[in-house]
T-cell receptor, first 113, second 116 residues
Framework: DAKTTQPPSMDCAEGRAANLPCNHS???????VYWYRQIHSQGPQYIIH???NNETNEMASLIITEDRKSSTLILPHATLRDTAVYYC??????????????FGGGTRLMVKP | GAVVSQHPSWVICKSGTSVKIECRSL??????MFWYRQFPKQSLMLMAT?????????EQGVEKDKFLINHASLTLSTLTVTSAHPEDSSFYIC????????????FGPGTRLTVL
């Protein structure tokens, strides 16, 4: 699986958009970009994933650059409950349930009042 | 949908005893379940991949005789830490992928094991 690079920490003001970047310059054509987050002492929570098109769901938006070498997770209106470690993971998709996830260090997002 | 539960949520045991942790997919069938552990201030590390009805595949450095994994049904996988020692104290987390669906993994809430 391609390695990802994320800033170790970021701050965001409550109510503002949080933009979390991720570099994955060695991503392969069949690798998807997944985002998870982990609130302290809980299991990771799936947020969103995409291949090459931008994606949006009720939690966030995922913007993938045209060359797919980087992406940005956008939380449109951050709340204090969004304080967590956010993990960007790239891995082969295609419906194979056995494809594992490799977690890096993630970005520790602190949402401040 | 896609809810995964773990039991117990925390456990304290004496050194040398065995501890069983259950992972259940509550509203879907999971062909594959994964077990991770996480030490304080570190990221999740995959321990093993478990497929229903077959033997688990362990990651390098994980002792299969110490961490027994059973995936007897499409909704239940168990991890047994045998002869636990203080260095096994960690946060154990399972995840599951839906059978026949996308390969998105859904995680349980984790089990905190403390070995005295």
């Amino acid at each position: 699986d391609a390695k990802t690079t994320q800033p170790p920490s970021m701050d965001c003001a409550e109510g503002r958009a949080a933009n979390l970047p991720c570099n994955h310059s060695t991503i392969s054509g069949n690798e998807y970009v997944y985002w998870y987050r982990q609130i302290h002492s809980q299991g990771p929570q799936y947020i969103i994933h995409g291949l090459k098109n931008n994606e949006t769901n009720e939690m966030a938006s995922l913007i993938i650059t045209e060359d797919r070498k980087s992406s940005t997770l956008i939380l449109p209106h951050a709340t204090l409950r969004d304080t967590a470690v956010y993990y960007c993971i790239v891995r082969v998709g295609g419906g194979n349930a056995g494809n594992m996830l490799t977690f890096g260090g993630g970005t520790r997002l602190m949402v401040k009042p | 949908g896609a809810v995964v539960s773990q039991h117990p949520s925390w456990v304290i045991c004496k050194s040398g005893t065995s501890v069983k942790i259950e992972c259940r997919s509550l509203d879907f069938q999971a062909t594959t379940m994964f077990w991770y552990r996480q030490f304080p201030k570190q990221s999740l590390m995959l321990m093993a991949t478990s497929n229903e009805g077959s033997k688990a595949t362990y990651e390098q450095g994980v002792e299969k005789d110490k961490f027994l994994i059973n995936h007897a049904s499409l909704t239940l996988s168990t991890l047994t830490v045998t002869s636990a020692h203080p260095e096994d104290s960690s946060f154990y987390i399972c995840s599951a992928s839906k059978a026949g669906g996308t390969d998105t993994q859904y995680f349980g809430p984790g089990t905190r094991l403390t070995v005295l």
